[in-house]
C-alpha cells in the first residue's frame, strides 16, 4: 500500500468512465478526487478547468495534485495530447493511472494476457490507444510510475458508448440474436468496477510499471448480452438478425455516417437518420478474444459487479431515460 | 484449428479423438475449447457437400417403402445432418427412462435426473432459446390454447416443442472451433476402422482414409464414436481385427433395435365454436424462438393403457389430395419438384397422381389465388429469407376439418436392424443393409392413442375425433419409418448381453471407447431425437473431463 491518498485528478473527469471513477474515488475515503475538466460543470466533487490537450493547462491543473487519472475520450489528437501532457509535466507525481482499452490487441483471438503483443500497426482508435500506451511506456521507462488499465466495453447505467447504443439499437429491432456473428466474447466490466479497479490501482506498489486488463471472468457471448438486454427492455421477441442483414448494416453504416454529418452541417434533424452500425462494432460481435482477468484479481482484488446486476441496471436507466 | 487430411502429413495423435462432426461430435468438442485436453475432430466431410463423400453413405434397404435408403437422411460434411434438420426441439420425458413392465426391452439404466442437468446447455447449443417447455413456462403471459375447452384425461396441451433455426451446426459452430488451441478439427477424414490393443480391451488407433488415396492412423487415450444412429454400428462391426463379430458385438448387439419413430396423419377432427377457439400455428415467445402447443399423452394413461408414448397435433389435411380445395396446400403439391427429397417425402401419395389430381391442385391454386399468394409471400418472407425460420408449413383447411399428424414412439425389436454387406464403397468400408421393421405394439400405441383423445375431445365438448381404426396401419406407414431419427444401434444397458453401451456411454469391455448420439438411446419417446442427443454429449464431455487419466 502507498501512504495516505490525496488528491486525484481525473482528466475527462465528467465522461462516463470519469465519473465512474470520480465516484469511487469519493467513496475511497482515501483518495480525494478533483475532476479535470474543459468546462465548468457544477458537481459535488470540485474540479479543476483544464484542457487536457494543452501541455501548459495540465501542468496548471496538476499543482498540489499527487496522482493523475487519465480517461480523455476523444479523437486520435486529443488522446495523444493529453498523455503528452500528463507524461511531460514533470509534476513530481506519485502515480499515474492511464485508461486504455482491450483494443489494443486488435482482431486476435483466444484468451489473451497483458503480455500480448500489440496491434502496433492498427489504425483508428486502436492505434491511437496503442500510441499513446507507447507514450506511457516511455514515461514509465524514464522512472515515472504508471498503471495501465485496459477495460474491456464498458457498460453501465448513462454509458451512452454501449449501454445506450446497443438498447437503441436493440429497441429498433437492428440488433437481437446475431447467430454466429454475434458469437464473440463481451469481455464487459462495469464502470463502477472500472472506478474501483481505478482506486486499487493508485494504491497497490505491485501494480506499477504495468498494464492490467479489466474484464469479466468467464465472460458471457454477445449474443447472450443482447438477448438478455433486448429482453430486459422489453424489446420482445428478439429478433434474429441473419448475415445477410447484417452486411447490409454494414454497407449502410458509412452512407449514414456521412448522411449525420451532412444533416449536422445543414443544420437539419439528425434524429430522423438511423444509427449506424460500424463495420468495427459487428466484427467485435464476433471476435473470439477472452480478457485474461487473472491479473487483476491478484493484482487489483477489487470486487466485481455481477454481470445480472451490470444488464439490469442498464436496462432501467435506459428504460427511464429514453421513453419510446 | 482446421487442417484438411488430405495434406496430413505422418500420423496424428491426441488425449481424445471425437470422430463424426455433426451434432454429437460438436457438441462434445465444445466443452474442451480451453481445456487441458488436445482433442482432435475426424470429420469425413469438407465444409460443404461433395458428391463422392455422400456416396459413401450409400446402402441397401429391406424395402423402400418402409425406410428410406441411407444415402438418404443424413449428410456427411461438417456439422453433419444438422445441415438439413428440421430443428424440432423437446426433451425426453421422465417416463422415457422409468422402468415400463408394459413395453418390451430393458429400458435406460440411467434415470431422468441424469441427462435432466445437461439440457439447458443442450437447448442453447440447439438455439432453442430457454429450457422451457411448458406454455406457462414459456409464455408467463399466457399462451393462446389449442382448442378452448379442451381438458384431458388421457392428453395435456400444455407442453410446448420449440424450434432451433434450424441451427447448421457447422457454421454456426466453425469460429468457435477454428480458433481453439486444444481442438483440431480434421476434414475429409474417414475413419473406417478401429485397431484394439493386444487383449482387444481398448482401442488403440484408428485407420483414416481419403478419398485421394492418404491414409494414417490416429492414436487418442479416449475415443468418441459420433458419426450418427446409422454409421456407429457399421465402424463397431466393421472393425473385427481382435473382435470376430466386430467391436462391443460379443452378444450380437450392435444394430440391433434400430428405430425411427412412427408417424403420419390420421383422422378427421372437426372443431366446435369460431376460429379463435382454436390456434395450432406458432407463437414467439420473448427469447425469439417459435413454440408450438401439441396434445400428448400424459405418463399415466400411458401406463394404464399399455402403450408407448405418444404426440399429436392439429394439421392441415393431406396434400396430394386435391379435394381439401386449399391454393396454399396445391401450390406446395405443385412446386414438388423444387423440393428435397427429405422434405418432399410427404407430397407422395401411395399411388402417382392422376391427371385429374393434378389439374385439380391447378384448380385449387386458381380459384384460391389471394390466399395461396399471402401463403407464399408468408413462405418467402418468413422462412426462406429469414435467418430463424418459420419452423414447418402451417395451413389452416378451408372446410375447418383439420387430421392428426402423430409422432409415436416405436419399440425396441431385435429383429430391426442395421447390419453390414458384402459390398463395399470407395474406400473399401463394407456397406450396410437397414432392414426397419415395426410391431403390432408400434400400431397399438398409435390406435389405443388416437382412440384416448377422441374419448378427451368428446368429453370436452370441443373438437370430435373421426378415424377408422382399420386404417391405422396403414396411415402410420405411409410414408415409412420416420426420416433422419436413427436410435437404437448401440443401446445403452447395464450389461453386455442388454446392449451396447454402459450408463457412461462406454461399450462395454473397451475401456476407452465411447459412442455419443442417438444410436445409444434404448427407447426412442415421442420426442425428435437431437436435444437429446446433445444433451447426452454433453453429459459425456463431463465424464471425459474428470477422467483419471488426464
Ligand atoms: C430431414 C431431416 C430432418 C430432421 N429434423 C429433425 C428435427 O426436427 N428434430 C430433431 O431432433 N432431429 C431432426 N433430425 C435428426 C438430426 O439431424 C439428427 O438427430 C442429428 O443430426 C444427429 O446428430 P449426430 O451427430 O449423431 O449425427 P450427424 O449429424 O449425422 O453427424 C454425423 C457426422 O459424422 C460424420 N461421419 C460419418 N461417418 C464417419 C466416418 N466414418 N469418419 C468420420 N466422420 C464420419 C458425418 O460426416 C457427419 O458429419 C432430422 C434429420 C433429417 C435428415
Known sequence: MTAAGGQVLVLGGDGFVGSAIVAALARSGEFQPVRGIRRARAGAVPFRLCDATDPGSVRRALDGVRYVVNAVFGGDATLRAATRAVCDAQAGLERVVHLSTMSVYGEVSGLVDERAVLAVDAGGYAGSKVACEAIVQTYVAGGGAAVILRPGVVMGAGGQQWAGRLCRLLRARRLGDLGEAGDGFCNLIDARDVGAATVAALRAPEAVGSAINLGT?????????????????????????????????ARLAVPLHVGKLVATRCGLAVGTLPEPIPPALLRLFAQQIRLDAGRASAVLAFERTSVDVTLADCARWFLESTPK | MIVDARQVEGDLSADICVVGAGAAGIAVVLQFLAGRQDVLLMEAGGEDDEAETQALYGGEVADEKLHAPPVNYRRRAFGGSTAIWGGRCMPFDPIDFAQRPWMPGPGWPIGIEDVMPFYPAANAICEAGDFAYTAQAAFPGGMRPLLKGFAGRHFSDDTLERFSCPTDFGKR?????????????????NVTELRTGVDGSFVESLAVQTLTGRAFTVRARRVVL??????????????????????????????????????????????????RDHWHSYQVADDGVYCRRRFALRAQAQARLGVGNFVTRLHHPRIPDPAH??????????????????????????AALSLDAWAGHVRNVLLDPVDT????????????????????????????????DFHSEQEANPQSRVALVAARDALGMQRIRVDWRYTQGDIRTVRVAAEALAADMAESGCARLSFDPQTVEACALRDGAYGGHHIGTARMATTAAQGVVDAQCRVHGIRNLYVAGSAVFPTSGQANPTLTIVALAVRLAETLKKDVLF
Open chain 2, 173 to 189: 459452430y466453425r469460429a468457435r472451433i477454428a480458433q481453439s488451441r486444444h481442438v483440431r478439427l480434421v476434414l475429409h477424414a
Open chain 2, 226 to 275: 459420433a458419426m450418427g444412429g446409422l454409421e456407429v454400428p457399421r465402424l463397431l462391426l466393421a472393425s473385427r481385427d481382435r473382435h470376430a463379430r466386430g467391436i462391443g458385438n460379443a452378444h450380437d448387439q450392435v444394430g440391433r433395435n434400430y428405430m425411427c419413430h412412427i408417424a403420419g396423419s390420421l383422422g378427421e377432427v372437426h372443431v366446435a365454436g369460431d376460429a
Open chain 2, 325 to 350: 380445395r386449399t391454393g396454399a396446400l396445391s401450390a406446395l403439391m405443385l412446386a414438388k419438384p423444387l423440393i428435397s427429397y427429405e422434405y418432399s417425402k410427404r407430397l407422395h401419395g401411395e
Open chain 2, 373 to 404: 399468394a399471402r401463403f407464399l409471400l408468408h413462405f418467402l418472407a418468413r422462412r426462406t429469407l429469414a435467418a430463424r425460420k418459420f419452423p414447418t408449413v402451417i395451413v389452416r383447411p378451408k372446410n375447418g376439418v383439420y387430421t392428426l
Open chain 1, 217 to 249: 471472468p468467464g465472460p458471457p457471448r454477445w449474443n447472450e448480452v443482447l438477448v438478455r438486454l433486448g429482453r430486459a427492455i422489453g424489446a420482445v421477441p428478439v429478433p434474429r438478425i441473419g448475415r445477410r442483414r447484417l452486411a447490409m448494416e
